[in-house]
């Protein structure tokens, strides 16, 4: 047995000696090598979790396209960093503004006399521009005659775009009813009287329609007359201990605190039905801390609400200002 020397694999390590009496094996190099298991080189295995991601991202952004022509949303606008909302067609005029503008103005501008002409100039100055101030300080007005507010409300606001609109103020003067047309320009968080105000006819005074008849029930009517005396002295004064005595339970009723006392009832009208009545009541009160010997007396009439809780002892329910026609009850 011949023993051979070691030669070089293909891997560059030293071939052992082969013993023993069998041939010895000699590796085949023509052959393929074996095929080794893929250990995920080059990054592959990243390749579906991104295809993912992508495909959720693309799904996110056609919902979002979608849903912002369906709802027609707009995108928030970046022009504007300030809190004043800037003009512009979808920017909405300041109604409760321009209320509150024009009744200082109207202030101002119903008041003159000559005696105060000077005075009135300079206040009308911080509501009229600039120019106009100076080319007409009386702002229409030519310095004579006198004209006094007596009091003055909002009737009404007229936009006519998102930067100006004309307020109503329905106005007493010199003890005539009137509505002013006052021409209001907003824009950029400031506001202007930006014209003259135009005198416009009070709303006009209407027959309201026929009240209709109803029958009375004449022995619930007479039973009221007995009790009510005695609620209306308690709701004049605001005693709450024995206003509770005439009232439904649960019902809360505030009194009018003394600014008024019980006269009398002018006028009751009872209809006929169960034990749950809605009846019109109208009530002489005499006003308080007047001087005379006569005091002064106002009628008002209420509408009621009464439940017969006791046979025939009836108790209020509700109390609140009437809308019936007079010559209903």
Same mark, same amino acid.
Do not use: C
């Given at each position: ?10 891997? $560059? ?24 298991? *893929? ?5 592959? *295995? /990243? #390749? *579906?979790?991104?295809?993912?991601? +992508?495909?959720?991202? @693309? ?19 970046? $022009? ?22 024009? +009744? ?14 000077? &005075? ?48 109503? =103020? +329905? ?8 509505? +002013? ?11 202007? #009287? !930006? ?60 009194? =009018? ?29 005499? =006003?308080?801390? &007047? ?6 007396? @106002? !009628? ?6 009464? #439940?017969? &809780?006791?046979?025939? %002892?009836?108790?209020? %329910? ?7 026609? /007079?010559?209903?009850?």
């Amino acid at each position: 047995m011949v023993r051979r020397s070691g030669v070089a694999t293909h891997d $560059g390590g030293a071939e052992s000696t082969v013993y023993g009496n069998g041939s010895q094996q000699v590796p085949d190099f023509d052959a393929a090598p074996a095929r080794r298991s *893929w250990g995920g080189g080059g990054g592959r *295995w /990243m #390749v *579906w979790p991104l295809r993912i991601l +992508l495909w959720v991202a @693309l799904l996110v952004v056609a919902y979002r396209g979608i849903s912002a022509i369906v709802l027609n949303e707009t995108p928030a606008s970046t $022009g504007n960093t300030g809190n004043t909302p800037a003009s512009g067609p979808g920017t909405q005029f300041p109604v409760t503004l321009a209320e509150a503008y024009a +009744l200082q103005f109207g202030q101002v501008y119903l008041n003159f006399s000559p005696a105060t002409e000077a &005075q009135r100039a300079q206040q009308l100055a911080a509501f009229i521009p600039s120019s106009i101030s100076s080319a007409d300080p009386g702002f229409g007005w030519n310095g004579s005659g006198t004209m006094r507010l007596q009091s003055e409300q909002v009737a009404s606001v007229d936009v006519r775009s998102s930067a100006n609109a004309v307020v109503n =103020l +329905l106005a007493s003067v010199n003890g005539q009813l009137m509505e +002013l047309g006052v021409p209001i320009y907003a824009a950029d968080g400031g506001i202007v #009287v !930006s014209g003259e105000p135009a005198w416009l006819p009070a709303p006009s005074a209407i027959q309201p329609p026929s009240p209709q008849q109803v029958s009375s029930d004449q022995a619930a009517q007479s039973a009221l007359m007995s009790q009510l005396p005695a609620f209306f002295q308690a709701y004049a004064a605001g005693d709450s201990a024995t206003l509770n005595r005439f009232l439904a339970p649960g019902v809360s009723v505030t009194g =009018l605190g003394g600014a008024v006392t019980f006269g009398s009832i002018a006028n009751l009208s009872v209809p006929a039905g169960g034990n749950t009545r809605e009846i019109i009541a109208t009530v002489n009160w005499q =006003l308080a801390g &007047q001087p005379g010997s006569t005091p002064a007396q @106002l !009628s008002m009439t209420y509408d009621m609400v009464v #439940v017969d &809780q006791q046979s025939g %002892k009836w108790y209020v %329910k509700e109390i609140r200002a009437s809308t019936q026609p /007079m010559g209903t009850q």
